[in-house]
């Protein structure tokens, strides 16, 4: 487990503290942030430090201008939102080289508790190649760092590590340090008994997840589109579901070693076509030719309630069916009411798995959302994240 250096532990009166945050939010075609979400993550780290008389200096990147300034991809929004969350002016630094002329007088005109926002990070080649130059040039404008960019922490880049080469002490904010805690515990450490729910459309994509999981808890639920594979490797026939023949083999070597570990569906809502209005009905056990599987059957939520009823800790990656379509989103929706009703801690990874909880209108009901798709994911791999292992030791 991770036991880095945290924001608090830092003493940041009057010190110029560089901050990179996940700004990479969605905009519309006039510029507008169309979801902020990850602008509030960020909110109570960039609070602290204010109110502790930090002079704070923020980078983040967003979407993948390639190296070179994207007019289209500025964070001048951003700085826009940040002034109305903070009640206070937001200096945006508007420069190609995002360390240039424009950042270095913004800093130079810092008092305790101000905020400067510098620009999109990847206007920098370097930066996706965590070269020397640019980490550089980044750490020349700060005293002191911390990385509360959890969305980005499976990457290693300049903002982010490269840049702990030159700045230390590296500190964890408070977002990153609520991912470690969550995630990690869920995994590392859990209260048992631990279940982890897997759906989704693929077994290939989650090979990973699977293997590193099955290890630590005590169910495993298969549910989604993955969980045709499964069923052809008990033999039983999937129609025109998903499947990934290529894993039938895989599929079978992890139901023989997990044992009565791994929880299958025994009854499926199949359909004639992948549309909501399809012709549809329910089957148990094998799905005729000509119908595909869409979602989890009433036999299967109950089961699969059953297996969650005593659950201490669930992690939740990947939806049971075609949520995105009314008719299919029953067994999503089911489950994550089951979830927001558990006495345990519910950690829900993945961005179809967060937007599912979303639509439910429940996510204020999990313990926790993970902020990073790719991030959560490879840290329920089990795979070290370069973004916090960077960050300085306790
Ligand atoms: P996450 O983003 O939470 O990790 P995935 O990206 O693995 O989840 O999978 C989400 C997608 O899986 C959704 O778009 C959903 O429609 C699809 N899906 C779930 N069940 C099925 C199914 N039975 N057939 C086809 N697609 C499915
Ligand atoms: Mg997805």
Redesign the pocket.
């Known amino acids: 487990m991770y036991n880095k250096v945290t924001v608090e532990d830092l003493d940041v009166k009057g010190r110029k503290v560089l901050v990179r945050c996940d700004f990479n939010v969605p905009l519309d075609e006039n510029g507008n942030i169309t979801d902020d979400t990850r602008i509030k993550g960020a909110m109570p780290t960039i609070e602290y430090l204010v109110n502790n008389g930090a002079r704070v200096i923020l980078c983040s990147h967003m979407g993948k201008p390639k190296g070179e300034p994207v007019p289209s991809l500025s964070l001048a929004p951003v700085a826009k939102s940040l002034s109305e969350k903070l009640g206070k002016d937001v200096v945006f630094a508007a420069d190609d080289n995002v360390v240039g002329d424009n950042a270095k007088a913004a800093v130079a005109a810092m008092k305790d508790g101000d905020v400067v926002l510098l620009e999109n990070t990847r206007y920098r080649k370097e930066e996706t190649k965590n070269i020397e130059d640019f980490s550089k040039d980044l750490a020349s404008l700060a005293d002191l760092f911390v990385n509360d960019a959890f969305g980005t922490a499976h990457r290693a880049h300049c903002s982010n590590v490269g840049v702990t080469e030159f700045l230390k002490p590296a500190a964890a904010g408070y977002l990153i340090q609520k991912e470690i805690e969550f995630l990690g515990n869920a995994v590392n450490n859990p209260v048992r008994p631990l279940v982890a729910i897997l759906?989704?459309?693929?077994v290939s994509?989650?090979i990973s997840v699977i293997e590193n999981l099955l290890k630590k808890v005590d169910k495993l639920i298969i549910?989604?589109?993955?969980?045709?594979t499964f069923f052809a490797a008990q033999g039983k026939t999937v129609g025109t579901?998903?499947l990934e023949e290529d894993y039938i083999d895989y599929a079978k070597k992890m139901l023989s070693e997990a044992g009565d570990k791994i929880v299958l569906p025994v009854d499926?809502v199949v359909a004639k076509e992948?549309a909501n209005d399809a012709e549809s009905k329910v089957v148990e056990g094998n799905i005729p030719d000509g119908w595909?599987?869409?979602?989890i059957g009433s036999k299967t939520i109950e089961l699969f309630k059953d297996a969650l009823k005593d659950a201490k800790t669930v992690v939740w990656?990947?939806?049971?069916?075609?949520?995105?379509?009314p008719n299919?989103a029953k067994g999503?929706n089911v489950i994550a009411q089951m979830l927001a009703d558990l006495d345990a801690t519910t950690i829900?990874?993945?961005?179809?798995?967060?937007?599912?909880v979303n639509q439910a209108g429940l996510a204020d009901k999990m313990s926790h959302i993970s902020t990073g798709?790719g991030a959560s994911?490879e840290f329920l791999e089990g795979k070290d994240l370069p973004g916090i292992v960077a960050l300085t030791d306790k």
């Open positions: 759906g989704g459309s693929k994509s989650k549910g989604g589109g993955m969980a045709y579901s998903l499926t992948f595909m599987g869409l979602d990656n990947g939806p049971m069916g075609v949520f995105e379509m299919f999503t829900i990874g993945g961005g179809d798995s967060v937007a599912a798709g994911m």
